[in-house]
T-cell receptor
Framework: RKEVEQDPGPFNVPEGATVAFNCTYS??????FFWYRQDCRKEPKLLMS???SGNEDGRFTAQLNRASQYISLLIRDSKLSDSATYLC????????????FGKGTMLLVSP | NAGVTQTPKFRILKIGQSMTLQCTQD?????MYWYRQDPGMGLKLIYY???????DKGEVPNGYNVSRSTTEDFPLRLELAAPSQTSVYFC????????????FGQGTRLTVV
């Protein structure tokens, strides 16, 4: 099982739609979870951290399910500007550990 | 606010040439990383550093070397460039604490011909 797995997509949705991405991780001891966004040919940028109780930032909601070892990202009322690749990122443990990136899920929002 | 700065942005190398990709950050971060991203693929960790004088291999270190003589700088050296090293290289930095953001440079697009 790969460390961090994502459906590569692309997810094609119309403006205003709700779309959800899932990501699974293999290390049950993982400590920190993030969603990053990467626009075409640009550097990744943090979209949001994912907390155990779930968290929301405007139209974006992130959930963590430790028992099933997956995290999710829900985007409501999709905008054209949401078109990007969404990277699931996991930090295996506290202290000296690096970030592990999934390959990303591509989202295309059309008018 | 500079953040993480990478140079050069683009480079074409001939097979067998060497070069150094520069990376500097002004946020006093402990951690620094080098990733490569091949077309349509995820980021793969080449090397990382947890502080000045300390470096360690990531997932794909072969063909590369790094050094970390200061907190700010983390150059990546390519020796004997090969076509398989054609990629986009990203440098990143972060604090050591658990739930903190990693900041990325704008990337270096390298082509080896």
């Amino acid at each position: 099982r790969k460390e961090v797995e994502q459906d590569p997509g692309p997810f094609n949705v119309p403006e205003g739609a709700t779309v959800a991405f899932n990501c699974t991780y293999s290390n049950s001891a993982s400590q920190s979870f993030f969603w990053y966004r990467q626009d075409c040919r640009k550097e990744p940028k943090l979209l949001m951290s994912v907390y155990s109780s779930g968290n929301e930032d405007g139209r974006f909601t992130a959930q963590l399910n430790r028992a099933s070892q997956y995290i999710s990202l829900l985007i409501r009322d999709s905008k054209l500007s949401d078109s990007a690749t969404y990277l699931c990122v996991v930090k295996p443990f506290a202290g000296y550990s690096t970030l592990t990136f999934g390959k990303g899920t591509m989202l295309l929002v059309s008018p | 606010n500079a953040g993480v700065t990478q140079t050069p942005k683009f480079r074409i190398l001939k097979i067998g040439q060497s070069m150094t990709l520069q990376c500097t950050q002004d946020m006093n971060h402990n951690y620094m990383y080098w990733y490569r991203q091949d077309p349509g693929m995820g980021l793969k960790l080449i090397y990382y550093s947890v502080g000045a004088g300390i470096t360690d291999k990531g997932e794909v270190p072969n063909g590369y070397n790094v050094s970390r003589s200061t907190t700010e700088d983390f150059p990546l050296r390519l020796e004997l460039a090969a076509p398989s090293q054609t990629s986009v290289y990203f440098c990143a930095s972060s604090y050591i604490e658990t739930n903190t953001e990693a900041f990325f440079g704008q990337g270096t697009r390298l082509t080896v011909v």
